[in-house]
């Protein structure tokens, strides 16, 4: 049940309910709180009733829950960007880190065209600030951000004509500022994000400087990012959360004097608490000398699922710039949620005293769904908001509810998402479904593909549907990302066929045809069938791998259902740099297939993971290649 104000089990008091950080969470004697105490607009509510008289707050009680809060307010329009401030106090920066944070997450790397996909919806979403990446990490990196820049920091979007502000992350040094500058520099907006560690632990165990000397580098190489044209630097503290706050104070003070134009707080190893991320806010704006000519922003980790709390708390004490990913990905426990940060500001306008986003909400569902398929990160049924289950009800009493009135149990429409429940429009689709029908069901699905991608899809429907009596939303979908969201083909199935069982050997037998067009076929043998179509298919590309991971789920329920399978591969690929840590670590590349048969979607799976590997290794040795011959002329 969600912990809002409106689930309360009785009359709520304000000494209960108006603040809604639990009192198990707040030391004693800790006055500060990231939501405000009673409020007289709860009245409007009915909520401000008191025990003093118990009829007048049963009938405030039924009265509240008479109406649902939808999240449906309409909102001002997004203000002229400019770097360091932001004419209406009420809006929120969206900062969203999906392609470089996000992309850290084990099995989540994507390849550049498929950034630039990513990208592009993300400006569709309308967040402010999208980091592309970290250019210094590798050239396949470096050139993604660029191309991202060139593209979609250059490109109007929706009614308003927004254009993102692009931005590449670096660590203090110059050499990862000039690689970030380099990047982004061709995006209409440009910015350079750059960090250094200020815990003590970090500080002492990682970095091995003085606090005196991280103030130096800081202040240093700020300002260096100034000195190169960028007019917008962001700088964050690493490890924030268990800094010093008198130092944190001091280093933020002179990073301003150097030209830092927003200042992010992150807690990086989401160790904090909400009232404690809320206050560090509030003390960072109330003592930071200079804090008026810079905007102030969170990072939050997941490491205690605490990220979306305290990214709230963090806007509402006064930070008016929100990092966030897509389906909350990111390293370990991942990071706050866009979906659930959005939809809370969305939902919780008034409690949150007026604060806005610029997000169209209509593309969080796409957004979310192009996420998982490109990076292979898949959300858990419960998720909030974009969860399978998010929008499902299944309780007798629920379902009842839900008949006579949605807004009993649904806080948010699924419209304000973009979600459109099965069957809206009562087209069902079969074999004997055309083009047209097709057509509408993606259209009401929210998927937009070009004539050519249709009918790539359109040919594997047929397939499918001469094979099923019906075809569900749940397959078109499942097809539809075999189909259209995988990386660039060098390697594509022709034909697989196997045999199993307990009277003898396993073997498979599969023809791929190349990138030259040419047809190779190879055999094996195997414990099972897919291990023998998987040697068969390294025998053909012969590219050293690892396979880390093996799953597949039917899309629907019947025996008739398409298999979805997803791998993760590790290869010979080293080139990457970690963002924090600086050391090469090999990257793990993930791969998606769906068909009717098993073995089938098994070998999809595993050539799109392969394709992907094989489009950064290219993209590495075209990088190097470009890199030597314009030594070779320098040195001539």
Known sequence: MASSLL????????????????????????????FPAADPRFSSHGLAATAANPSASRRCYHRAFARPVRASMAQPRRPEYVPNRIDDPNYVRIFDTTLRDGEQSPGATMTSAEKLVVARQLARLGVDIIEAGFPASSPDDLDAVRSIAIEVGNTPVGEDGHVPVICGLSRCNKRDIDAAWEAVRHARRPRIHTFIATSEIHMQHKLRKTPEQVVAIAKEMVAYARSLGCPDVEFSPEDAGRSNREFLY???????????????????????LPYEFGKLIADIKANTPGIENAII??????????????TLAGAHAGARQLEVTINGIGERAGNASLEEVVMAIKCRRELLGGLYTGINTQHITMSSKMVQEHSGLHVQPHKAIV?????AHESGIHQDGMLKYKGTYEIISPDDIGLTRANEFGIVLGKLSGRHAVRSKLVELGYEITDKEFEDFFKRYKEVAEKKKRVTDEDIEALLSDEIFQPKVFWSLADVQATCGTLGLSTATVKLIGPDGEEKIACAVGTGPVDAAYKAVDEIIQIPTVLREYSMTSVTEGIDAIATTRVVVTGDVSASKHALTGHSFSRAFSGSGAALDIVVSSVRAYLSALNKMSSFVGAIKASSEVSEGQRVQTTE
């Open 7 to 34: 689930s309360c089990p009785k009359p709520c008091s304000s000494s209960s309910s108006a603040n809604p950080t639990s009192t198990l969470l707040r030391p004693r004697g800790q006055t500060f709180s990231p």
């Open 250 to 272: 001091h280093i933020l003070e002179e990073v301003i004097k150097a030209g830092a134009t927003t200042l992010n707080i992150p807690d990086t190893v989401g160790y904090t």
């Open 297 to 310: 922003s969170t990072h939050c980790q997941n490491d205690l699922g605490l990220a979306t709390a305290n």
């Open 387 to 391: 969860g399978a289950n998010a929008f």
